[in-house]
Structure formats: C-alpha cells, structure tokens
C-alpha cells in the first residue's frame, strides 16, 4: 500500500449527484444471482444521493454492476444508472427474452434449482459435471454476451473520465489475477470476468484466456490502495465467510467449497489492510508513504446466506426483486447507521469479521 500521494483540497473526481457530499470506492462481490443483492444496495445508495463515487471495483456479478452502472450514470445520471441496472437484471432473468439453451445455462449459471426438478434437468445437471463446456457448449453460447450488447454501450464506458473502473479475471495459464481498466473494457472482458469453466469455454483477450475473477479475487482491492484518493472503501459483501453447518450433500459441499474459494483472496487482503492500519496507527509507518484504508461493509446477514443455502433457488424476476429489496433494506440500514462515520474512521472491524 505504497506510493501514497498527497491530499489535494480539490474535490475528489467521480460520479457525483447535487447531494453527493462524502466520497467512497465500492467493491462489489460477484455471487451469481445474488448480485441481485448489491443491485438493491446500489439502487438505494443512488437513490439516497449522499455518496459520490470514485472508482468501482468487481468480479463476475460485481463487475457487471459496475459497468451497468456507470454506462447508465453516463446516459442519465444517478437516476439513469438505477433505470439501466433494472434494464440488465430484468434482461437477464429467466423471465427474460432467453431461448431454450440459453435459458438452460443462465439458470446453471446463476446455481438455480430447476423449478419442477425435472428428470431431464437433474440428467443435464450430473452430466455437465462430468463433461466440459467445449463438449457440452461447442457454440459457446452465453445469454450474458447478448444482455451486455443490448445495454451497454462500451465506447461510452472506455471514454468515461469521472470514475475509474477496475474489472478482475483469473488468467488461466499463469492463475494469477488480471485487473482490466475502465479505459480497455469490451464484452469479452466482462464475460471473462464472469466465465464460470464448467460452463463456457476461457475468454481470450490479447491471445490468452481468462476464467472468472472470483478465483483469485473477489473483489480484487488492491487498486483502489493504489489509484484512489478517497481513504473509504465500501465492500458489498455477498458471499458469506462463515457457516456454522456441516454440508452433506453433493450439492452443498460443492456450494460451500465455491464460497470459501471465492473469499479466500479477499480475506487475504482484507487482513493486509488491517496490519498496514495498525502499523500506522502505531506510528511505525508514515500515513504520508501508506495509505491508511477505511474499511466500511454491507452485506445481507442471515437472510441472504439462507438463500444460498436453500435448496430451491430461482433466477425468476420475483426472486431477483426479492434480493433487490433486501439490498435496498441493507443499504438503508447501514447508512443510517454510519454515514457520519464515513471520512473519519472505518466501520467494519476486520480483525472480529475476518481473522
């Protein structure tokens, strides 16, 4: 968390309404159809209009928010970017305009139940598991590539200068994480952001191919210690860190093993923010030379970790404006909890939630 600059008195760049007084950086999981959750979470914070944003970080779901995001506040504002990201969930609901195929691995995308438990669904779901998208998917169809050329127009998003977007995808080669800005971004990088490899076949970008950013960071952090002025980080958590359950069944042990995959990177950085803070605190490093991070989080609690347990899911529009207005309710909740905090001390204590 070197090369700290400066404070300049000049106000903060971003995505500012008439109301926005304080200034963060949001970091969005991504967590299939509960992304429908922190959709909820940024309709409110729009709506509210007390937050300016300075940059968006966000992998898989998190990252097409973001982009939703700032390609609507483009079009139209704070109420133009909550009119888009409606747009996109509505799009891709299996309410939507999907075909058949489509509709059959958008719903497998999302970890959703079929809603009959049909003989034919549960056959396509245990042979997917056994056979690879470059069998099952030859075409690599994907219903998000459609729902993304539909709703965003990328020249407008690479041009946009009043927030930065950060984008996270795991290179499959190196299995390191590749960070896209908002200068570079197209479909393809999106998707790769998004690329579950049971599903599709590796997005390639610049000839090397990309899986899903939640592997190696969900979402990745350490650009907005970098390339952010703002000291606040708002993290939009969506995967739950601890379970106090044993799974069993097939399906379980598969959903608990893909959420402590996709948090281990956080976790990670999230305990280097919270070393870096108390060895500034304690004087042993230069708040000029170290960014001392303000940590703050929303997230769902008991009510969305029951969704992901739950043994029936849906993608329907019902049950994305079921998680829509639980994020609404979460984002509501915490800033009235904490919105005084916000430029003066962190919120959420790292060593209690993730040590």
Same mark, same amino acid.
């Given at each position: 968390?070197?090369?700290?600059?400066?404070?300049?008195?000049?106000?903060?760049?971003?995505?500012?309404?008439?109301?926005?007084?304080?200034?963060?950086?949001?970091?969005?999981?991504?967590?299939?159809?509960?992304?429908?959750?922190?959709?909820?979470?940024?309709?409110?914070?729009?709506?509210?209009?007390?937050?300016?944003?300075?940059?968006?970080?966000?992998?898989?779901?998190?990252?097409? +928010?973001?982009?939703?995001?700032? %390609?609507?506040?483009?079009?139209?504002?704070?109420?133009?970017?909550?009119?888009?990201?409606?747009?996109?969930?509505?799009? &891709?609901?299996?309410?939507?305009?999907?075909?058949?195929?489509?509709?059959?691995?958008?719903?497998?995308?999302?970890?959703?139940?079929?809603?009959?438990?049909?003989?034919?669904?549960?056959?396509?779901?245990?042979?997917?598991?056994?056979?690879?998208?470059?069998?099952?998917?030859?075409?690599?169809?994907?219903?998000?590539?459609?729902?993304?050329?539909?709703?965003?127009?990328?020249?407008? &998003?690479?041009?946009?200068?009043?927030?930065?977007?950060?984008?996270?995808?795991?290179?499959?080669?190196?299995?390191?994480?590749?960070?896209?800005?908002?200068?570079?971004?197209?479909?393809?990088? &999106?998707?790769?952001?998004?690329?579950?490899?049971?599903?599709?076949?590796?997005?390639?970008?610049?000839?090397?191919?990309?899986?899903?950013?939640?592997?190696?960071?969900?979402?990745?952090?350490?650009?907005?210690?970098?390339?952010?002025?703002?000291?606040?980080?708002?993290?939009?958590?969506?995967?739950?860190?601890?379970?106090?359950?044993?799974?069993?069944?097939?399906?379980?042990?598969?959903?608990?093993?893909?959420?402590?995959?996709?948090?281990? +990177?956080?976790?990670?950085?999230?305990?280097?923010?919270?070393?870096?803070?108390?060895?500034?605190?304690?004087?042993?490093?230069?708040?000029?030379?170290?960014?001392?991070?303000?940590?703050?989080?929303?997230?769902?609690?008991?009510?969305?970790?029951?969704?992901?347990?739950?043994?029936?899911?849906?993608?329907?529009?019902?049950?994305?404006?079921?998680?829509?207005?639980?994020?609404?309710?979460?984002?509501?909740?915490?800033?009235?909890?904490?919105? %005084?905090?916000?430029?003066?001390?962190?919120?959420?204590?790292?060593?209690?939630?993730?040590?």
């Amino acid at each position: 968390m070197t090369g700290r600059a400066e404070k300049t008195r000049s106000p903060v760049p971003g995505l500012r309404g008439p109301r926005g007084e304080k200034t963060v950086s949001l970091a969005l999981q991504g967590g299939g159809a509960h992304g429908a959750f922190t959709w909820g979470v940024l309709d409110y914070l729009l709506e509210d209009g007390r937050l300016a944003l300075e940059a968006i970080t966000g992998a898989s779901a998190g990252s097409m +928010n973001a982009v939703v995001l700032v %390609e609507g506040w483009l079009e139209g504002g704070p109420d133009g970017a909550r009119g888009q990201l409606r747009k996109f969930w509505k799009r &891709v609901s299996l309410d939507g305009r999907l075909s058949p195929i489509q509709r059959t691995l958008f719903d497998r995308l999302l970890g959703a139940w079929s809603g009959d438990g049909s003989t034919a669904h549960l056959w396509l779901d245990a042979w997917s598991r056994m056979a690879s998208p470059y069998d099952l998917n030859p075409l690599d169809i994907n219903p998000l590539r459609d729902a993304l050329n539909e709703l965003i127009d990328f020249e407008r &998003v690479r041009a946009c200068t009043e927030a930065r977007l950060f984008i996270a995808a795991t290179n499959v080669w190196s299995g390191k994480i590749r960070v896209f800005r908002g200068s570079e971004l197209t479909v393809d990088h &999106v998707l790769a952001s998004a690329c579950l490899p049971m599903l599709f076949k590796a997005v390639e970008i610049d000839g090397e191919p990309y899986w899903d950013g939640g592997y190696s960071g969900n979402p990745a952090l350490f650009p907005l210690f970098y390339e952010t002025e703002t000291d606040d980080i708002l993290l939009v958590q969506i995967n739950p860190i601890e379970r106090r359950s044993t799974p069993r069944t097939a399906r379980e042990i598969q959903n608990r093993l893909t959420e402590i995959t996709f948090n281990a +990177n956080l976790l990670q950085e999230l305990r280097a923010v919270d070393f870096v803070a108390r060895l500034v605190d304690e004087g042993k490093l230069s708040p000029r030379d170290y960014k001392r991070v303000l940590m703050h989080r929303i997230h769902g609690g008991p009510s969305l970790d029951d969704f992901t347990a739950a043994s029936r899911l849906s993608a329907k529009w019902e049950f994305f404006k079921e998680l829509k207005d639980l994020g609404r309710a979460a984002a509501r909740t915490w800033l009235a909890d904490h919105y %005084e905090a916000i430029g003066h001390t962190g919120t959420l204590d790292l060593r209690s939630a993730y040590s």
